[in-house]
């Protein structure tokens, strides 16, 4: 078992938090500069924690195991959001559903939120055949070169990952095959406030495709971690608890940025949206979590998660957090 990284859980967090609340129709609708500029770097930032905390240490059978375990809630999520779509007047709407379009969907081109879970599966298991195959060079620029490479067909030639974001998970990965500190490498620095506030004045900075994409994403994560150094104990806790439990909420929150719409109406007076932006953050993550808890409680999760129990206990103050 290997210690968490607190400020990583933190970062977890946050960009967790600001994925949920613009997946919010209503919110996203209203503040469409604001989520060009968070989607700029949010996801990115997932990518490239993603990247660094991959453990390809572990014996094939074990981490096969490990992506079968992603693959699991995510095929059953995925499937269930393809059949919606069939359903419901929704933006992504699937016009014909058999199963060609399914397995397309499942597997290839995922729909909707779960694009993340398809990518990390994909992204990890190339990772773990370079690593394998990169060991005899003792080089990490070979490895790197050859990372990026499988990934660009992937993209350019299978059409099945963003290359753009294969290239943040394999920026992340090159940290941890370099041995480089997590927040050595992405320093807590309040200066990082006044570049990235002038690169978001200009729309065409707004993309993770891009250089200043990606100086955003650095920066987004600095001014992030300046931030952590501020928070109170039980601030960390809490901020601690749901970034380790990320998992949890990917697989579950769209249920809930969906279910909340009717609130929009409900909550029209007041205009800013912060009202209904507050009360469905707090439904999707009270839902996301009382499910886990069902599962857990149903003695479901060696099915769903592959492990006996997915929701900690909230630990106290002088408990140590630990890495699977």
Not at 71 to 78: K, L, N, Q, R, T
Request: charge should be positive; aromatic fraction near 16%.
């Amino acid at each position: 078992m290997k210690r968490r990284i607190e400020e990583i859980d933190f970062l977890k967090c946050t960009f967790i938090l600001l994925m949920i609340l613009f997946h919010l129709v209503y919110i996203g609708d209203k503040y469409p500069y604001a989520k060009q500029l968070v989607y700029t770097f949010h996801m990115p930032a997932f990518l490239i924690i993603s990247g660094y905390l991959m453990n390809v240490g572990k014996p094939a059978r074990s981490f096969l195991r490990s992506m079968g375990w992603i693959f699991v809630p995510y095929a059953v999520m995925e499937s269930g959001y393809v059949v919606m779509s069939s359903i419901l007047p929704v933006r992504e709407r699937v016009e014909i559903l058999n199963l060609p379009v399914w397995a397309d969907k499942l597997f290839l081109h995922p729909l909707g939120p779960y694009w993340y879970l398809h990518t990390l599966i994909v992204c990890g298991i190339t990772y773990y055949i370079v690593d394998r195959l990169s060991r005899r060079w003792d080089n990490s620029l070979s490895f790197l070169i050859l990372l990026a490479l499988c990934y660009t067909a992937e993209a350019e030639l299978l059409g099945i990952v963003s290359l753009s974001n294969a290239l943040y998970f394999t920026a992340g990965a090159f940290l941890h095959r370099i041995q480089m500190s997590f927040t050595s490498f992405f320093r807590p620095s309040f200066w990082s406030a006044i570049p990235f506030v002038m690169l978001a004045c200009f729309p065409e900075n707004l993309n993770k495709t891009t250089l200043s994409g990606v100086i955003m994403t650095y920066l987004a994560i600095s001014l992030a971690l300046t931030l952590y150094q501020y928070l109170s104990s039980t601030a960390r806790q809490i901020c601690g608890y749901v970034g380790s439990h990320t998992f949890i909420l990917l697989v579950f929150s769209p249920i809930f940025t969906m279910a909340v719409k009717p609130l929009a109406d409900i909550l029209r007076f007041d205009p800013s949206g912060i009202l209904f932006m507050i009360v469905a953050l707090l439904i999707t993550l009270a839902g996301c979590f009382s499910i886990a808890w069902l599962i857990d409680r149903l003695h479901l999760s060696p099915y769903f998660w592959g492990k006996k129990r997915m929701l900690q206990p909230f630990r106290q103050k002088n408990d140590k957090l630990t890495e699977k």
